[in-house]
């Protein structure tokens, strides 16, 4: 199946700082990707829908200026959490289709973001 | 609003046995549900699709039942094995069908004893 690589797998930062976060479509391109966010025994939240070339499409609820997406090509999108603070703590995952429409959604393997 | 339920129990079965886990939903009208495997600390793995006009639908050990009367998909593994061992989730369509946005219920954890 398609492959969706996400970058870095395990990041710890200092309250304050910011974070970048890669998410690339390995062997398709993908217009479309989603960003989720995944506390503890929790279930899958969607953050985001990044569309390439246009802005992000925020969940209700999501702050669009601490959760900075890009999508500036097919095959990335970064998410950039600014600003970051303790209760941003989480495990963050991408996930693109391959194709539009009834297709199964490939995710990366996540990435366990903790502030300290 | 959309809301999507699993067991939120964990499930323990003994090896060989089949598992059975159930997904609920309320406010939709879904095109297709999915299902997906996640071990901890990874993303989840795709595992079958079902279509609002299909009843069922196999895939190796794995059997997806879809009930668009009842608003449920089943999900079976028969034969389970150790390594079937995972959190599993379903997952409907967002709004249109077409956009790839899916909304995901909580996810049931499974446990396969030897």
């Known amino acids: 199946g398609a492959v969706v690589s996400q970058h870095p797998s395990r990041v710890i930062c200092k309250s304050g700082t910011s974070v970048k976060i890669e998410c690339r479509s390995l062997d398709f391109q993908a217009t479309t990707m989603f960003w989720y966010r995944q506390f503890p025994k929790q279930s899958l939240m969607l953050m985001a829908t990044?569309?390439?070339?246009?802005?992000?499409?925020?969940e209700q609820g999501v702050e669009k200026d601490k959760f900075l997406i890009n999508h500036a090509s097919l095959t990335l999108s970064t998410l950039t959490v600014t600003s970051a603070h303790p209760e941003d703590s989480s495990f963050y995952i991408c996930?693109?289709?391959?194709?539009?429409?009834?297709?199964?959604?490939?995710f990366g393997q996540g990435t366990r973001l903790t502030v300290v | 609003s959309q809301k999507i339920e699993q067991n939120s129990e964990a499930l323990n079965i003994q090896e060989g046995k089949t598992a059975t886990l159930t997904c609920n939903y309320t406010n939709y009208s879904p095109a297709y549900l999915q299902w997906y495997r996640q071990d901890p600390g990874r993303g989840p793995v795709f595992l079958l699709l079902i279509r609002e006009n299909e009843k069922e639908k196999r895939k190796e050990r794995l059997k997806v039942t879809f009930d668009t009367t009842l608003k449920q998909s089943l999900f079976h593994i028969t034969a389970s094995q150790p390594a079937d061992s995972a959190t599993y989730l379903c997952?409907?369509?967002?709004?249109?069908?077409?956009?790839?946005?899916?909304?995901f219920g909580q996810g049931t954890t499974l446990q396969v004893k030897p």
């Open positions: 997952a409907l369509a967002s709004g249109s069908s077409n956009t790839g946005k899916l909304i």
């Open positions: 996930s693109a289709n391959s194709l539009l429409g009834v297709t199964e959604a490939f």
């Open positions: 990044s569309n390439e070339g246009s802005k992000a499409t925020y």
